[in-house]
């Protein structure tokens, strides 16, 4: 469990004393905590506990009065904000110059005394609060969509051996390298992707790997090493872009949940990394065979889709990773006195790839067709079961209808793919304004104008999405609904 320097006392934050309030099972899964000013009646001192699924907020004991524990599974807050005072009481939590405010708002409050949002401030020095909190949100938003974490969570701890871990690993990367050609290094690489989702062990001896694989130290530095040649037109161009795929899936896996083992990152060549992922995803749209109309078929275009939604995922996990190491080095170079220094971030590096115009041309193009996927999907949803409410009360049924109900419906992965797509705009938006740069929004009202006014200023589709009922869609339309504010204040400048 990550600790933050602290201005408590030893005994409040006293590990063992956590261990006894949690219980054991609960304190071992425990990755932060931090103490925090929360706005409950009396105000008070309180602990927050971070697990991977679930926020405890804990009261510091110091009268000897006791209080009920607070436990909020990460899955039912739907969002956690940095805000600006608004009273007197909001004003009273912030303790010190530096202390900054924030809100944490529920999704459904199960109990009559609990409020639908809490304010809580911060007071620690190096506080991690606020981004510990936000980024474990994220990552458990995208965890609900994930099928493969769905069974894995229901399934029991095992036991599992890190040495034939390790050996099993050893071997993958030497079959990688005596595969006859890309179809077998594609099965070898989507069968370590499905095993990472199922062993944090596995995603640990990824990156501890030194075994030398054609020239480089470490399986995770070879398949890095492998998105820097580029996609040529000609013979094999869908196997390749399939393989890419494969590469670009396993290192999401590897890298998704594990921004807290920052060490994994000296691996991964950040810069470079960023920058050959937009352009193997900008050249996959050059390559391909065309059809006698010059049209690419079907199974290239969704291999398209596909690359272009694991690159979103994977910018997403990378991001995670490398703000956490910031504040390791941050903490390190203050401790020793060092001058600090700031680190760019994988947004940034991604908007310094040359690529980075016809990339973000292309995945916001792919956001606005799975927008109008997702609001027709939602559509269809609400006038099915409008119908199936008029079919009940006549005691009738059609088969060919329930047939064609599956086909339509909006599948977990296609609303996390849109999820993270539109995630990635929203942060790429955000690094370009924070440098004093418009490129991001410019390229789009260059290239995109067309689809903008077809897609996203359509009432029908953000309406639909808005009100869907679903998280996720919800949360998808609150952030276009930014990027269009965006968009309009660049035109008023």
Known sequence: MQLSPTLCRPRHLDPERLRARLGAQKFEKLRYHEAAVVSTAPMQFQLFALSSDTLFIVPLMGRGESAADMLLPLRNISSVDRVVPENKKQRGLLLLPTSQLFRLQLREVTSKKMASELFFATFEPQTQLFFQLSRAVRIDFQKQLIPQ???????????????????????????????????????LLDELTAAAYSSVDLKQFFFEDRTQVQGSTGLAAFLVRQLSHPLRPGNGDETRVEFILSVVRVLDAMCFDMQLQTSCLGRLCLNELAGNLLARGAESFSVGVRSDGGSIDMHMRVLREDLMDAEAALLLSLDAMQQCEDFRLHQHQQMR?????????????????????????????????????????????????????????????????????????????????????????????????????????????????????????????????????????????LKLARFLESLRERRKA
């Open 149 to 187: 974490l769905q069974i894995d969570d229901n399934l029991p701890a095992r036991a599992e051996h890190r040495l034939e871990l390790s050996r099993l690993l050893e071997m993958l990367a030497l079959d990688l390298v005596r595969a006859r050609d890309d179809i077998e290094r594609i099965h």
């Open 337 to 477: 006195g060092l001058l600090v220094e700031r680190s760019t971030s994988v947004m940034q590096h991604a908007l310094r790839a040359p690529a980075l115009s016809l990339w973000i041309s292309k995945l916001f193009k792919r956001v606005c067709i799975a927008v109008s996927r997702a609001a027709i999907a939602v559509e269809n949803r609400e006038t099915e079961e409008s119908d199936d409410g008029e079919v009940d009360e006549e005691g009738e049924t059609d088969e060919e209808e329930d047939e064609s109900d599956g086909s339509e419906a909006l599948e977990p992965l296609q609303m996390l793919s849109l999820w993270r797509s539109v995630t990635v705009l929203e942060l790429l938006v955000k690094s370009d304004v924070a440098v004093g740069s418009d490129q991001v929004l410019g390229q789009l009202l260059r290239t995109r104008k067309d689809y903008i006014d077809m897609y996203l200023r359509v009432p029908r589709f953000m309406t639909a999405l808005s009100t869907s009922g679903i998280p996720h869609l919800e949360d998808v339309s």
